[in-house]
Structure formats: C-alpha cells, structure tokens
C-alpha cells in the first residue's frame, strides 16, 4: 500500500514541481515545506525525546493552545508542523521563543522528509488534531512510537469521501493507538470505517479549554467613543454568510423605528464586503454604514445605525461590547460556527435551525438554556425585545476535558 500511495504522490508532486516553476507563490508554498531546514539545535539533550501535534491551520491552533500547554508543564519537548501559512505564524508569535517548542511546516506527506524529522527529533508521540489523514505520517507515527487522534470529527460528507478509498484508510486510521473524539455521532462514524472500538473514546470538544481574550476597559471605552453607540442595544452578527445579512438587515428596518439599536456585521469573508453594502442600500440610505476601517482613517467620524467589519481578528472585540449576538452559518445551510466565543464572555448566542456542524455544542448549551435558536425574522425580533444575561463559568468548567484527554495521552 505504502508503496503504491508514493508512487502516485512522487508522480503527482512532480507535476505540480513543475506547474510550480511557472507560479511564483506555489513553488515558495512547496520550497517552505518539502525542503525547510530542519535542526535539533539548541532544542534538547542526547536522549530526551519528544511529542509531536500536527494541525492544519491557525483554527485548530488556538483550540489546541491548552494542551499544548499542559503538556509543556509536564517538562515535554514539542515539535508542532502546520499546514498554513497563518498558522505558522500564529503559532511562531506564541511559541517562537521557547526553547522547548519546534515550529515546522508540514512537509506534504513527503516520507523523507518526515522520517528525517522523526529521528532528528526523536518523536515517540505522534499527536493529530482533529481528522487529517496522511498516509506516510500515519505509518512514521507508529513505526517511531504512538498516534493518537485528538479532537476527531467526521462529517458525513468526509466519510463518503473516505469510504471511496476503502483500505487506505482503514489501515491508516488503524495505526492509532487511541482516537478521542467530539461525540457518540463521530465515534459511529469512525466504527462505520472499520475501527477498532476498543481505540475509540468520546471526550467533549477541545473548544471549551481555551482562554480567550478579555479585552481592556481602555479599549471598550475607545471603541464606545468612535464607532458603537453606548446609548443604543448592540447587535453583532458574526461569521455571517451570504443571505443571512439580509435577514438581520430586514429585522433591523422593522425594528429600529426609535433608532434604539445599532448593528454590527461581521462577514465571514472579507471578499463579500461588497455585496454586504450593496445589500444595506437596498433598504438603507448610504449614510447609515460605515466600515470599521473608515473609522481608522477619519476621525471624528459620525457614528452610524450599521457597521461593517471589514477587518479580521477583532470578532471577539464586538462579542464582548454586544447586547445579542447572532452566529453565522445557521440561517442558511452552512451548519454553523463556534457559539463558545459568545457564551465565554457571558453573552446568550442567537442561531438558526442550520447547525449541524456544531450540534454537540449546541445540546450542551440547550440544556441550560443557553442558546436561542430562531426559525425566522418574528423570532428573531420577539427576541430582541429581551434582555437576557447568563453566568457561564460553570458551564465551561464541567465541560472542559483537558486532564482527561492529556490522561489518555501519557
């Protein structure tokens, strides 16, 4: 199988090698990974070994920042490869400077490369975040130790994908010596792949460990001061997708006749910014939005009934500041996003039916009530006539599951 996997992907690299010699940006994107330098300089002793946590991107990253905190408090060498760029930079701006923590891009799957890793490194741990399945690191990470899966999902769409390529799979995925995964649902589908179930457990979600920011009372105050109305009710819309802009644009002209709310809409791609305008001068004279930006480039600029976030990585700025919070990708069928940021800092999320991807969440937070789940605009607006504060400190507590996982582990 190994043998048969390589020689497809030595074929398949080569035209892609080649392909590269023409596109400046995919033969850096190949030079960065397949030949990165790779040194165990100033990174251990002669014998100490070492574990190491592959993710895809900057998301897994931050949901991973827990346990790889507590495993550096067990004295543990760490070795993370990433596949992105914002990942690898993420991830350097965190743990770049410490001496116990080795920041590498994912090497394609190349087996060389890899096997070079896993000696220079001496990794007897092999850690997977989430579900990306290589075939060559798979076979390393058992050969050179252990592999465990961490935070495993599978969607039904990725398991029809999966069961397409039958043996390779299953004989990957085999090589785990322990799967944890998010639910009873992704423990079926990993048994519906011929698993062993004796390799499989349900813990709850990596999410529920990590620690986001609180922002500053200085920087609350300086957002009150230039963009949000503190006199109005705040109402930011999150990772919002195409349609669901509307939806809330709609509910607002119904609902702001005394001028009593502000709306803040935050798109999940900043490529749609456009047609995020267009939608509000449908219904909205051009000087009732502004863009976040704009504020950044004028001063004293007049505070506005809508504004757009035209800038990533300040979400969970407006979460804080906002009276209700709307997440994206459950008006339309996306399946949703992250509800945890929200309920962290204290605030009830509103959703659609559409959650799918975040449905071991969501029946947590139902249990409490701590969720809204709206079916259309009247919902919506009965809703908002509310005010609604919630304490979830506790609910954090009980389901985070760290120590629980890191025991599986070691």
Known sequence: MLIIYNLIRFFLYLVIMILALFNKKLLIFFKTRLFQKISNENFWGKDEKSILIHLSSVGEFNLSVGLIEKILSRNKKIVISVMTNTGFTAITKKYGNNKNVKILYFPLDDFFALKKIYKKYKIKKTIIIE??????????????????????????????????????????????????????????????????????????NLKYSIKYDILSEEKKNKYFEEILDKNKKIIVCGSTRESEEKIWLEVLKKINKKNEYQLVLVPRHLERIKKVEDEILKLFPRESYSLLSDFEVWKNLKKTEIV???????????????????????????????????????????????????????????KLNFVEIVQNEDKIIDYLKKEEKINTKEFFEKNNEIDKIISEIF
């Open 308 to 366: 757009i976030v035209d800038k990533m990585g300040v979400l969970t700025d407006f979460y804080q500041m906002a009276d209700f919070v709307f997440v994206g990708g459950t008006l339309v069928n996306i399946g949703g996003h992250s509800i945890l940021e929200p309920l962290f800092y204290g605030r009830k999320p509103i959703i659609g039916k559409y959650f799918q991807n975040i449905e071991e969440i969501v029946n947590d937070a139902k």
């Open 131 to 204: 579900t990306e399945i290589w075939i060559n690191l798979y076979y390393l990470a058992e050969k050179f130790g252990e592999l465990f899966i961490v935070n495993g999902r599978l969607t039904d769409k990725k398991m029809k994908s999966y069961k397409k390529f039958g043996w390779f799979i299953n004989s990957s995925l085999n090589r785990a010596k322990k799967i944890l995964v998010q639910s009873e649902k992704d423990a079926l589908r990993y048994e519906s792949l011929k698993m062993k179930n004796k390799k499989i457990k349900v813990f709850k």
